[in-house]
């Protein structure tokens, strides 16, 4: 048993030397470049891993340098056309640029309609300086009876019904409830309601039956 051990020994030696050689062959190889070997023997729990800072860092700067190339191919000035910019803030540059036309286009509108005034004006005068120099000759001419209607061949008018308020809906409740109020008020100031309230009020039945 001792022999087998050490013969198992003597041969993960002859490897373990076999792996360094060639390890270091290869780095005679490639100078320029350098990887860094983990051992085999390593956990893969305890292996090199990027941290959650790292690949945010990455991240951002993968981004920055998008925008970088974005803008230099757009030769430094972003214009509305370009690529480079949001759909977001090329809206608010448009609206922007409304915003600055409205008050451009309503003086122009206040110009235009003093303008057409100022000609209506003028030829107002100067239609009423040409009536004041020439005589009219003014002839009444009597109707056609034809063109005459009767006013009883007229159709008769549609009486059209108001809705009245609902209690179920809050504004129609108010209404309600001032229609009522008046009413009221309006009974109370009546001279028969005063000398006979039971009468005036089996009268105000009946009329609505």
């Known amino acids: 048993m001792v022999a087998k051990n050490k013969r198992l020994r003597t041969k993960v030696q002859a490897k373990l030397k076999q792996q360094d050689q060639n390890q270091k062959n290869q780095s005679d ?13 390593k956990a893969f729990l305890y292996q090199h891993k990027d941290t959650k800072k790292l690949k945010s ?5 993968d981004f920055k340098s998008q ?10 000035a972003a214009s509305l056309d370009s690529g480079s910019i ?10 922007k640029l409304r915003q600055e036309l409205k008050p451009k286009l309503n003086d122009l509108l206040v110009t235009l309609e003093e303008e057409g005034l100022v000609e209506n004006k003028q030829h107002n005068e100067s239609g009423s300086t040409a009536k004041s120099s020439a005589v009219l000759n003014i ?8 063109h005459i209607k009767n006013i009883n061949d007229a159709a008769p ?18 209404l309600l409830q001032k229609t009522e109020s008046k009413r009221f008020q309006q009974v109370l100031g009546n001279k028969g309601f005063q000398s006979n309230p039971f009468e ?3 009268q105000i039945i009946k009329m609505k039956k």
């Open 139 to 146: 002839v009444e001419i009597p109707p056609n009876p034809k």
């Open 67 to 76: 925008i970088l190339n974005k803008t230099n191919n757009s030769g430094g």
């Open 29 to 41: 190889q490639n100078e320029d470049v350098i990887i860094p070997q983990e051992d085999s023997n």
């Open 86 to 95: 949001s759909k977001s803030s090329l809206r608010r540059r448009k609206r």
């Open 57 to 61: 860092l990455k991240k951002s700067n």
């Open 200 to 202: 005036s009020i089996k």
């Open 157 to 174: 008018f549609i009486e059209t019904k108001k809705n009245q308020p609902s209690l179920r809906n809050q504004r129609g409740a108010q």
